[in-house]
């Protein structure tokens, strides 16, 4: 078999390699998860003791994201670093790649993700499409105006989750724009929602994962149910997945990025956002592809060869998010009764306290019709609920 695939046999040393990671969240933690898998050790720099990837690291430094004395103790004992989330200092990690310390994906390229106005400019100026924009470096109420309503004013920095976006529909949603930095774009009539993930390792090889169409709450504006494969022709899938990978050449990115996209109601595809990362959107890559997300990222900045992407059920995913008015200690409502449905897994991320809407969990369903994951997941989204003790 090995010859038929024309491989030589290679001799890798235990541990394969010191991954460190900033950011010690959900998405650390199941990349923690990986890197075992595949013989590496993980650091996590969190600034929350026993963070979620810090229960399962081999070790986690205590520190911010901007704390440059523990970025350095973290970046000083691993062979490579990467993150899990944007808001991170990347200016210091510019300062240690050049001093020649392995950090992926590049410190530069998230320099330039991080700024959403720059990020912008540089998709426009590469001829990639994204809505029509304006900088706003002060919010202006006459600008507001001249740009045209309905609009969408978006801080150029900081913004997640649904936080950094205001959508102002008229001159009367003055009041809702954001006391920041930022930028106006047009408010596209979107048909969907959908997503990308593409992956590109420090060989260059690139490959593409199945579109993904996502729902939003419209109360939290946090994702509230993924659908894979997304229900739009193969033309639409095509130009998706193209689009993804021109981002990711644009950029030179390597590792995991995930694409954001709006597809029009004229049937234009536009790019929304971009994520240097592992992403929400692609934690149904766990049950559901060949290599999910997180091996995947690991294999592009380790650069081994990059697994196959094909996608082997549908699935739809949920969020488990805190329920409104419950702060604490975290209870599972629901759970036995949740695992009793053919085709779930639950994803829980061992965070110790529970606040409105925080991301607590995920859910997955598999099933060989898509509509009856989506059934299934439904019902677990009226079934199971994370609450607050007493």
């Known amino acids: 078999m090995v010859e038929e695939f024309g491989f030589s046999m290679t001799q890798t040393p235990l541990p394969v390699a010191r991954i460190g990671i900033i950011g010690g969240g959900q998405l650390g933690r199941m990349l923690v998860r990986k890197a075992h898998q595949l013989g590496c050790t993980a650091v996590v720099l969190d600034p929350t003791p026993h963070s979620p990837a810090g229960q399962i690291a081999d070790a986690q430094i205590v520190g911010g994201y901007f704390d440059r004395e523990k970025i350095r103790e973290l970046v000083e004992q691993v062979d490579i670093t990467t993150y899990d989330l944007e808001n991170i200092d990347a200016e210091f990690l510019q300062l240690l790649s050049k001093e020649g310390h392995t950090i992926l994906p590049d410190p530069t390229v998230l320099a330039k993700i991080q700024d959403k106005q720059l990020?912008?400019?540089?998709?426009?100026?590469?001829?990639?499409?994204?809505?029509p924009f304006l900088p706003m470096p002060e919010p202006n109420k006459g600008a507001f105006t001249a740009f045209g309503y309905p609009l969408v004013h978006k801080a150029r920095r900081g913004g997640y989750d649904g936080r950094g976006v205001a959508v102002l529909l008229s001159a009367s949603d003055w009041d809702k724009h954001l006391p920041a930095a930022g930028f106006v774009e047009r408010y596209i009539p979107f048909e969907k929602e959908l997503a990308v993930l593409v992956a590109r390792s420090t060989?260059?090889?690139?490959?593409?994962?199945?579109?993904?169409?996502?729902?939003?709450s419209g109360e939290a504006n946090i994702m509230e149910m993924l659908l894979v494969p997304a229900s739009?022709?193969?033309?639409v899938t095509s130009r998706a997945q193209q689009l993804a990978v021109s981002v990711m050449e644009c950029f030179q990115g390597v590792g995991i990025f995930g694409v954001e996209l709006f597809l029009a109601k004229d049937g234009e595809i536009l790019i929304n956002e971009i994520s240097p990362r592992t992403h929400n959107s692609g934690h149904y890559t766990i049950e559901a592809c060949a290599t999910d997300q997180f091996e995947q990222h690991l294999r592009a900045i380790l650069g081994f060869p990059l697994g196959d992407t094909q996608q082997l059920v549908p699935a739809a995913l949920i969020n488990l998010l805190g329920e409104p008015g419950h702060s604490g200690n975290p209870v599972l409502v629901g759970l036995h009764e949740a695992l009793a449905i053919p085709g779930v897994s639950v994803h829980?991320?061992?965070?110790?306290?529970?606040?409105p809407f925080r991301k607590m969990g995920h859910v997955t369903v598999v099933d060989k019709d898509l509509h009856?994951?989506?059934?299934?997941?439904?019902?677990?989204?009226?079934?199971?609920?994370i609450t607050a003790a007493p």
């Open 372 to 385: 009856r994951a989506k059934e299934k997941a439904m019902l677990v989204k009226n079934t199971l609920s």
């Open 348 to 355: 829980l991320y061992g965070k110790a306290k529970t606040a």
């Open 119 to 131: 990020q912008k400019e540089i998709l426009r100026e590469n001829g990639l499409p994204t809505s």
């Open 203 to 216: 060989t260059g090889q690139t490959m593409v994962y199945p579109v993904c169409e996502m729902g939003f």
């Open 232 to 235: 739009i022709p193969d033309d």
